[in-house]
């Protein structure tokens, strides 16, 4: 199931990371278990920037009574302060 711009725009400056919590809703289950996803910065580049590149890395699920959870941090690499959201989608 791929997705993308989900999530409120988030700036981070150079070296910034934002940690994210997302998960799916499948039918009436709001915490549904859709297999292994991938999540990376769907970036919102603004005027004429050279380069922006933003790591995604610690991804992660949880599960817990309360249904899944997949989490994942992303970094800002680059030289400038820029915004993003999330993209991404599952392995399966």
Request: aromatic share 10%.
């Amino acid at each position: 199931m791929a997705f993308k711009n989900i999530g409120p725009v988030t700036f981070l400056a150079p070296g910034a990371s934002a940690d994210w919590t997302y998960s799916f809703t499948v039918g009436s289950n709001n915490a549904a278990d859709v297999g292994p996803q991938f999540a990376c910065a769907d970036i919102k580049p603004r005027g004429h920037f050279a380069s922006a590149t933003f790591l995604a890395d610690q991804q992660r699920k949880r599960k817990g009574r309360t249904g899944t959870a997949y989490l994942v941090r992303i970094t800002n690499q680059g030289p400038n302060f820029l915004g993003h959201n999330l993209q991404g989608g599952g392995l399966t």
